[in-house]
């Protein structure tokens, strides 16, 4: 039982160092678990082929963007006030780089450097009291709801003369109602079902004087565990809204897409595991996000 435990902590400490603006939380992220967890993780995210980088003003129809971010983060569940809470900080840094076709050839441009780093807290609402490891080993547990709040912090690189940069020289803050349910799934290992809701407000750049309409993302995941070392899931991900203007004038209109996602997770042992992950995107409009994903995410609990 102990090492089941010490499994579904670290299947859900996996998930919890993406991007959720390119990539999402990932499969398992809200899972149940027990206070008194702490884990490390390193999680690399690279996105592909994409219309736009970091900065959502920046589509253009004839660039192509390629964004690779390393995550470094570090994960406590506790229980404050008799309530079941998660809090993270994730460092995060990495490249980009820029390629757009010309007359006579192509045009290339990059910046590297920290991204913006995020905080954030997690608050069980309804299904999860606060229990420690034994405690938590006899629970059962079923529906869940969780409030999230997190922030994307504008200390990442940025320069305003370049028209790439990892930093967006702006606040990011983000609302989300998290839900999991519980299944028992193929041949009665478990499995769960999860929908993430979520709402981006930005602040202003000034440098350029850009602002954004807030952006609704709605992301979805089933997952089926294999073994108790291994598990997979198959997501999507719905991004609608961020409307932008430079200096008052519209500069994309609103977005929309979809992307599909597809994961793999293999636990090691009882603290450290593995996960692989890849998205597409697969609809959008002209404003949408394209792109492909890939992401490993390595994690070490105590």
Not at 135 to 141: C, I, L, V
Not at 160 to 184: M, Q, Y
Request: charged content about 20%; some cysteine; aromatic content about 10%.
């Amino acid at each position: 039982m102990l090492r089941r435990l010490a499994a579904i902590a670290l299947a859900v400490l996996l998930c919890r160092a993406g991007n959720l603006q390119a990539t999402g939380d990932g499969p398992r992220v809200h899972s149940p678990m027990p206070v008194g967890v702490n884990a490390l993780l390193l999680n690399g995210s690279s996105l592909q082929d994409a219309n736009r980088t970091l900065d959502p003003s920046l589509i253009r129809p004839f660039s192509r963007f390629d964004t690779s971010i390393i995550n470094l983060a570090y994960i406590r569940t506790q229980e404050i006030k008799n309530r079941h809470v998660m809090l993270m900080g994730i460092l995060r840094g990495g490249q980009a780089r820029r390629r757009t076709l010309i007359p006579g050839g192509r045009e290339t441009s990059s910046s590297s450097g920290l991204a913006d780093p995020y905080l954030g807290v997690s608050v069980n609402l309804f299904g999860l009291p606060p229990l420690g490891r034994e405690a938590f080993s006899q629970f059962k547990p079923g529906l869940k709801v969780n409030f999230l709040l997190g922030a994307f912090v504008p200390l990442g690189e940025y320069d305003k003369r370049n028209v790439i940069n990892l930093g967006a020289n702006r606040w990011t803050i983000r609302f989300a109602l998290p839900i999991t349910r519980p299944f028992s799934g193929f041949r009665g290992l478990p499995g769960t079902l999860e929908l993430i809701p979520n709402l981006l407000f930005f602040t202003e750049n000034k440098d350029r004087n850009l602002e954004q309409d807030p952006l609704f993302s709605l992301e979805g995941h089933i997952t089926q565990e294999f073994s108790p070392r291994t598990w997979g899931a198959l997501g999507f991900l719905y991004d609608r809204g961020g409307k932008t203007t430079v200096r008052g004038t519209a500069a994309n209109g609103t977005q929309r897409s979809l992307a599909l996602t597809g994961t793999l997770g293999i636990n090691f042992s009882p603290r450290w595991g593995l996960q692989i992950r890849f998205g597409q995107s697969v609809a959008q409009n002209e404003f949408g996000l394209v792109g492909k994903v890939y992401q490993f995410k390595l994690a070490r609990i105590f």
